[in-house]
């Protein structure tokens, strides 16, 4: 267990928990600390802040998730101690917003060739200001009994390569850190255990101002983080944790705080660079 979770997810992207229920989780597992880092999306921020005033045993510290594309892959770059009144910034993840939607609208054609017939109208309806993604696809084929649940949806269609295929629009990391810095936020290399390019893909992100590295991921055992910390020394970068917690896979999934993120770190991280008392 750790005091702090750098990586989580509410139903303002992809994470199924409202942000208010997403803090009792965490709080139930003793996290003082969650950092709210939806992709490309900072909607969720807001409402868990006003949530964690009225507890003084939870602090949120508000963070993004960004998609980014580096030399063909895959690429996500957390944003930890944004500023999410940041006009800039507010004003590209708009754009950000815009392209998962379309992706969205790809994935409902895509899957009405499968007879699986959806409307983007009742979609967006039901998500509210939620940036739209598979999680509210799979909701909404719940809705319809095509499948019993969101695990079922995914293992059975929203996983499939016909749909992570579809191509989404991906900033460049260069711009991506650019973003988080310009909005006073420090930058992390997210599950760098997914990339086959690791270490040319950190010594591109470094010299762009990645500030560290997920090295505590939620299913990483002593020899990985070991691995990760090697490397995070290698490259001076500051070795961050997170469980990712989505709240899709029911209990396959680490539970926010269920990370080998050692205290020390996640409170000198805190206070000495992200500032807060």
Known sequence: MSIADFHSHTNHSDGVLSPSKLISLAMNNQVAYLAITDHDTIDGIKEAKIISKKNDDITIIPGIELSVDVLGEDVHILGIGIDEYNKELITELKKLKEARENRAREIIHMLSKKEIHLEMPKI????????????????????????????????????????TKIKRHKLSGK?????????????????????????????MLSKDGLFGIEAYYKNYDARTVNQMLKIANKYNLYPIGGSDYHGIHGNKEKLPGKIPLPDKIAIELIEKYLKIK
């Open 175 to 203: 711009k991506a850190i650019a973003m988080i810095k310009q909005a006073g936020g420090l930058a992390f290399l997210a599950h760098p255990t997914y990339l086959k390019q690791l270490n040319k893909i950190i010594e």
């Open 124 to 163: 967006k309806k039901k998500a509210g200001k939620a940036t739209i993604g598979r999680p509210h696809i799979a909701q909404a084929m719940i809705n319809k009994k095509y499948v019993s649940s969101v695990q079922e949806a995914f293992d059975n269609y929203l996983s499939k390569p016909y749909i």
